[in-house]
């Protein structure tokens, strides 16, 4: 969640031409003359006859309001605090253990998801007031390059810093407007009016301190988000920064696009190089096994206990015996040899559980095998409350994400 400073010029600003507002003249950019209008005026008119029309910025606002009423419409609740991490994830939110194995959707799909109404009314608002003037200098095609690559930067971070956190937000692709801006007024500072300057760049370093420095304190912000943005929208800023006069504007497109697209993929490329991908792999590939081998080893007891009689019970405990046990000894033994980065995670307390239900039936199995060889109903009833001991605490195994901490990017 972001907060900005009051004394930002507001998107209105950069919305209209000068000179037009309130007259009903045409919006069309006038060739300035130094002889009538200030420093502020003839920028004003530069940027409006670089980029025309803006509408990125508003169509980034009305996608993520569109998938904040489909939330709550689908039942999602509008307050932060009660908003469940299980609807965060069906949504497309960030969580490191999934993103990595497999679902990298989610590093854009989480940049449009929020977590109640609080925290997308106040990234809305600071995205409508610094999109637009971001949209001016930067044109609408790098305009949507600075903002996507900021919000997959900031979730590479934020998985990166935190693998198990869920996350979601715009923050870290709005912290990449700001690190554009800042960077544009690097590049082309000579086009840049001096009082406009001095003020908005005191304004983006303030931001920036502020929203970090919250975010410190405040430990359900996601700082590394923040900063994965920040830094990605500076950079492909410094690569996508084109002169204001429209002439050299229109020549220097494609290669400074292309060089924006390198830095791009270099920057995800060396975040992903980081990241834990082969801690968690592992886990994922167990649990997937896991899924499919438990119902595999519970449909053939129950299809041979099924069968059983006085007759054929030394049939049954050896059809058990060969079909049943070795997959709960495999299971079991796979999990054991997992470790997990964080022993104080969720998903290692769901390993150990699962491995714990495993060793569950791999015994009472053998008990319910010997209890048939012999015919002996005392170590039967034994198995038997064992089993749906292992059977019971199978059904909480689901991957549960209700005790992660959300952060609100």
Known sequence: MSA???SSPGPGEWDRPAGNAGTGASSAPVPPDPLKFDEMDIFRRQIFAATPRVFLTYAILAINIVVFVLMVVSGVSIFTD???NGDLVA???NYGPLTITGD???LLTSVFVHIGLLHIAMNMWVLWDVGVLVERLYGNLFFAVVYLISGILGSLASVWWHTEILSAGASGAIFGLYGALLAFFIVRRSSIPSRMMKSVSRICVFFILFNVAYGS???????AAHLGGLLGGFLVGLAGARPLPTDRRRAQLFPRLAAALLVSA???SLLVHFLPISAYAPYFQWRDTYVVEEEKALALEKKHLASLSDANRRTVANAIESDCIP?????YSMGEGIELPDKRSNLETIREQRVLVAFVMEEALKRRVKGLRRSDPALTAVAIAELRIGKSRRYGLKLDIAGLGSNRL
Request: net charge positive; glycine share 4%.
């Open 82 to 84: 009660s908003v469940s």
């Open 104 to 106: 990298w959707w989610r």
């Open 91 to 93: 949504w497309g939110s």
């Open 217 to 223: 304190w405040q430990p359900q912000i996601d700082n």
């Open 327 to 331: 997959v709960w000894n495999r299971l």
């Open 266 to 268: 270099a920057l995800i």
């Open 4 to 6: 900005q400073p009051t």
